[in-house]
């Protein structure tokens, strides 16, 4: 089946620095990746849909500058957030389809800006 | 946006119990999955079910997709099926995942 890699799975990092998150299909070209957004106790808020060789289409809401998308390839889609605050301190997960059975997630990432 | 209503929110069974969860939707959908998410984070997909009855083990699932609502059944329950677990729908055109708030599973032995 569909397999999606996300990594790194956890990150700590200093206030006003950047991280970014990679997001691979592993045995599926993706033409098209999501990203996720999840709070504690809370349900997966859509963030971004990532299109290959385009601008990426982003949820009301959520601040493209603060949370920039590169999908450079049909098999790697990056999240970089910039200028990371603790209130960006969440589980951030990725997704794709191969388009025949539904949507495959990623381990998911935990971000704590300190 | 599509409207995605789980029940209940929290689920309590004994060990060996079975369960019903529920996943009620708005409009008319593409895709429908159940995915159950462990304590690490991880969300295993159950089921692409659409539509249909389909079955995996101790667990079934069955979407009425003209009435809009889907169902998951936990059979003979053990407490490894303890965790989140979340319905997500796909609406008709629309090429993204909705997911509902989610019933939390706890099972006791």
């Known amino acids: 089946g569909a397999v999606v890699s996300q990594h790194p799975s956890r990150v700590i990092c200093k206030s006003g620095t950047s991280v970014k998150i990679e997001c691979r299909s592993l045995d599926f070209q993706a033409t098209t990746m999501f990203w996720y957004r999840q709070f504690p106790k809370q349900s997966l808020m859509l963030m971004a849909t990532s299109n290959e060789g385009s601008k990426a289409t982003y949820e009301q809401g959520v601040e493209k500058d603060k949370f920039l998308i590169n999908h450079a390839s049909l098999t790697l889609s990056t999240l970089t957030v910039t200028s990371a605050h603790p209130e960006d301190s969440s589980f951030y997960i990725c997704?794709?389809?191969?388009?025949?059975?539904?949507?495959?997630f990623g381990s998911g990432t935990r971000l704590t800006v300190v | 946006g599509i409207q995605v209503e789980q029940s209940p929110p929290d689920l309590i069974l004994q060990e060996g119990a079975n369960s019903t969860l529920r996943c009620n939707f708005s409009?008319?959908?593409?895709?429908l999955q159940w995915f159950h998410q462990n304590p690490w984070g991880q969300l295993i997909n159950l089921f692409y079910?659409?539509?249909g009855t389909k079955q995996n083990g101790r667990l079934s699932a069955t979407t009425v997709a003209t009435e809009r609502y889907s169902l998951l059944y936990i059979s003979s329950s053990q407490t490894t099926d303890s965790g989140v677990y979340f319905c997500?729908?796909?609406?008709?055109?629309?090429?993204?995942?909705?997911f509902g708030a989610g019933t939390t599973v706890t099972v006791r032995a």
């Open positions: 409009d008319s959908v593409n895709n």
């Open positions: 079910i659409p539509s």
């Open positions: 997704s794709a389809t191969d388009g025949n059975y539904g949507y495959t």
């Open positions: 997500a729908v796909e609406r008709l055109g629309n090429y993204k995942l909705s």
